[in-house]
């Protein structure tokens, strides 16, 4: 027995220094020899292995050892828990049989496990039969079996039974805890009852249950949607006044907020605050500061902001880069476009049909068609897919230099492909092709504009007419 306690300090060492491996081997040579005389150690092994994220080797290391080691309760619980987090609830169910087959009762926290595992997963049904099981075999659920079910009835969208699974729990003697408490405040500010919101945080600290983080974040990101920024503001003093400190999804959230309501220069300053505090700014500060800026046509702003996030190292997300290419473009900088647009393939991006739009019209705007034509013919080779307003902006650059021989195969392959040039499209081309006396192919696309049902407007028709009548009166 003493040899067996020295094999457990030395692996419950090895385990805190996070050295999984040559606590593995030790444990192997404590089987081998015999001196596993209780399931406690083998439990530390396995539950360190799936804290770190190890599953494949702990489910290895269970099953390879299940005929050696004796199990508990507690063993199962440890997978058991590990195959829900994994996304494996087949496995998870499995071992929940073969716990029963070895003749051990499954306790509450193994069937809170398995509820949440089938709620996160989406199976709702399965967590309501378990949960109804659980009243069967006499098992009594606690407040977070009930919170986990509620949550995942809320996430299904059937708030309903959310809400009286929430009356049954206080009917059953149960008050709600923290947990509970940010599930329902969560689910009143999503459907903007934010009143009810804050009767329930007002409970809360009535029943004293301490408001954490999430809470508070939660009111906040519910009165930003509402509008109510200034409010929203209002908690962060609240926050710290009751201990609670602000974290970036705070600031990230007030940011989002003042942006939305087209205050950005307090947006700009709340991420002063954030930097002050001690917190960075993330991509997602970021991303939000750079959607806000240029919802606001405020492109410079949107140039500043990228800099500083180059400046701390921060890699720009596709959402980034798109919003930043076509803020360059606006700014006419397509130099600074481009190196944006090729900095995409160096941090594992791929452009999709709107990057290229964007830059199609900045350089169609600017006349060098010679470039966007390269670029057009370029998403094919990307396996890009142009869209119609790509072909509607390529066909409107031709025709700004009278270039009706191009326009019109754009045109033609647009048909092929069963897209619809717009009204646009037909009438530069319409007003190309009068201009080089073509009127005969002019009413070719009138006739096919109407059979698509696009009004043609009146300077269309002007123009025909007047180019058949010159071409007439030349005759």
């Not at 406690?40 to 299940?66: D, P, Q, T, Y």
């Not at 300053?269 to 997602?284: A, F, I, R, T, Y």
């Not at 997300?317 to 090729?342: G, N, P």
């Not at 392959?413 to 005969?440: F, H, R, T």
Request: proline share 2%.
């Amino acid at each position: 027995m003493t040899t067996a306690l020295l094999y457990e300090s030395i692996i419950n060492a090895h385990l805190k220094s996070q050295l999984l491996d040559e606590a593995l081997i030790f444990f192997n040579e404590m089987v081998d020899k015999g001196l596993v005389y209780r399931p406690n150690i083998f439990n530390s092994l396995l539950g360190s292995l799936v804290r770190s994220n190890c599953f494949e080797k702990a489910w290895m290391v269970f099953n390879n050892l299940k005929e050696r080691v004796k199990f508990d309760v507690y063993s199962f619980g440890i997978m058991i828990k590990g195959c829900c987090e994994n996304g494996n609830l087949d496995k998870s169910f499995q071992l929940l049989g073969l716990l029963q087959d070895m003749g051990l009762s499954p306790n509450v926290v193994i069937y809170t496990t398995l509820i949440d595992g089938c709620c996160k997963n989406g199976d709702i049904e399965r967590a309501r039969l378990l949960f109804e099981k659980m009243g069967e075999m006499g098992l009594v659920a606690n407040q977070y079996t009930f919170t986990v079910l509620i949550n995942g009835l809320f996430k299904k969208g059937l708030k309903k039974d959310g809400f009286d699974l929430f009356e049954k729990m206080k009917i059953n003697g149960l008050f709600p805890n923290l947990y509970t408490y940010n599930c329902l405040i969560n689910e009143y500010c999503s459907e903007g009852k934010i009143c009810r919101a804050f009767d329930l945080f007002d409970e809360m600290r009535e029943r004293g249950v301490e408001a954490n983080v999430v809470t508070y974040n939660t009111l906040i990101g519910g009165m930003c949607r509402e509008e109510r920024v200034w409010e929203a503001e209002k908690l962060v003093d609240q926050m710290k006044k009751a201990a609670v400190g602000p974290n970036s999804i705070t600031y990230n959230t007030l940011i989002g907020g003042f942006c939305d309501a087209g205050y950005l220069d307090k947006a700009s300053n709340l991420l002063d605050q954030l930097k002050s505090n001690g917190l960075s700014p993330s991509l997602v500060t970021y991303n939000i500061l750079i959607e806000g800026y240029s919802k606001a046509g405020n492109w410079k702003g949107v140039a500043d902001l990228a800099r500083e996030m180059e400046g701390r190292g921060i890699s720009p997300s596709k959402v980034t880069c798109t919003v930043l290419i076509d803020a360059y473009v606006r700014l006419q900088d397509m130099e600074k476009a481009f190196q944006i647009f090729s900095s995409m393939e160096r941090f594992g991006l791929v452009p999709d049909v709107y990057v290229y739009g964007v830059l199609i019209h900045g350089l169609c705007m600017k006349g060098n068609m010679k470039e966007s034509s390269k670029l057009f013919r370029s998403m094919g080779e990307m396996h890009v897919e142009p869209s119609d307003v790509i072909y509607n902006t390529m066909i409107h650059g031709y025709c700004k230099e009278d270039n009706s021989y191009r326009a019109l195969r754009l045109l033609r392959e647009m048909e092929a492909k069963g897209l619809v040039p717009n009204v646009a499209s037909y009438s530069s081309i319409i007003g190309v092709l009068c201009k080089d006396g073509k009127w005969q192919e002019s009413e070719v696309l009138l006739d096919k504009m109407i059979e698509l049902q696009l009004k043609p407007s009146a300077s269309i028709l002007n123009m025909i007419s007047k180019a058949k009548n010159f071409t007439e009166l030349k005759i």
